[in-house]
């Protein structure tokens, strides 16, 4: 897709994942609390009928500090129409949850034989405040699900608008070249001013990345009022507050096109923002996309600054900042 509509279409994508992702999350938590909601409670110490199915169950153990510290209890389970007790069997893990106003931690289980109503007693020191014991569910396979479905709509959804984006502005890269051999300028506006590679990289370590925001804004607003292509600062800083893996290819993207304008083989293209995302992570490669992105630029505005006037632009003398 060479047109701005795959822009706009991988921004829609990406915009989508990160919707998509929050309201499963949400909807899926919410779920999870009409669960937690619905398991049958009985006092500690006390005693309740219930009635459960022939099926397993997770004990927990509920107070206000039940997610911290499980005093020692006790409780028995027996089938209220037989008298017949039902074992139970400590809890092979850690589980915890806080829902709905409800602390809880799991310490047993029990699979009653047949479906029907239960004597449940307990007894011990629920400590400060009140404890009960609740029999449910187990809430570990719908909180993976919860986790693993908000992580699985982001990432299809947002790397497939990522992929089109770099797609775009590679092809886009290539729109309009001048003549290779006549090398001149990609645009009559004002020349940006080249930079230290290594004050660069220096800044951004000693901001914490902030100097990154006046990076892209310098970057992309001096290639835009160049050329009269790109996102331009504003739009640009917004993409990378939003979605920097975007400006991973569209900023070298919109470096390549600058030279194929004017007539040079460029040293970058949209793909070079492999280096960024999603090697970006290990930090090396995103220092490798810095210098690269960099010194394609200043190479640039220097070539670009020695020209006649007549070749497009005023020139001026670069200036390291």
């Not at 400590?90 to 589980?95: D, E, I, Q, S």
């Not at 959804?157 to 502005?169: C, D, K, Y």
């Amino acid at each position: 897709m060479k047109s701005r509509a795959g822009y706009w279409l991988g921004g829609a994508l990406v915009a989508a994942g990160v919707l998509g992702a929050v309201v499963w999350f949400v909807v899926s938590l919410l779920a999870l609390g009409d669960k937690v909601d619905a398991f049958q409670r009985v006092p500690v110490p006390g005693e309740e009928t219930v009635g459960l199915e022939g099926q397993k169950y997770v004990i927990y153990y509920e107070s206000s500090t039940a997610d911290e510290f499980v005093p020692a209890f006790a409780i028995d389970i027996v089938d209220a129409a037989t008298g017949a007790p039902t074992p139970t069997a400590a809890y092979g893990g850690t589980l915890t949850y806080s829902y709905s106003g409800h602390e809880g931690s799991a310490v047993a289980t029990v699979t009653p034989p047949t479906a029907g109503e239960y004597l449940v007693r307990t007894d011990g020191d629920p400590g400060v405040g009140t404890a009960n014991v609740a029999l449910g569910g187990s809430i570990a396979g719908p909180l993976l699900r919860t986790i693993l479905g908000a992580f699985g709509i982001g990432a299809v959804l947002g790397l497939s608008g990522v992929a089109l984006i770099g797609v775009t502005a590679v092809r886009r890269s290539r729109l309009h070249p001048a003549p290779l051999g006549e090398p001149g300028q990609a645009g009559k506006g004002p020349l940006g001013r080249p930079r230290g590679v290594g004050f660069g990289i220096l800044m951004f370590v000693v901001t914490f990345g902030i100097y990154s925001l006046y990076w892209v804004f310098q970057t992309q607003e001096e290639t835009k009022r160049h050329t009269d292509e790109g996102l331009g600062g504003v739009l640009g800083l917004v993409v990378w507050l939003l979605i920097s893996p975007v400006s991973a290819f569209v900023i070298p993207s919109e470096i390549g096109a600058m030279y194929r304008r004017a007539g040079r083989e460029p040293p970058i293209t949209g793909w070079t923002g492999l280096w960024l995302f999603p090697s970006g992570i290990l930090i090396v490669p995103a220092i490798v996309w810095f210098v690269r992105v960099q010194r394609a630029l200043n190479r640039y505005w220097e070539a670009a600054a020695s020209q006649p006037p007549s070749a497009g632009g005023e020139p001026r003398d670069p200036v390291l900042l």
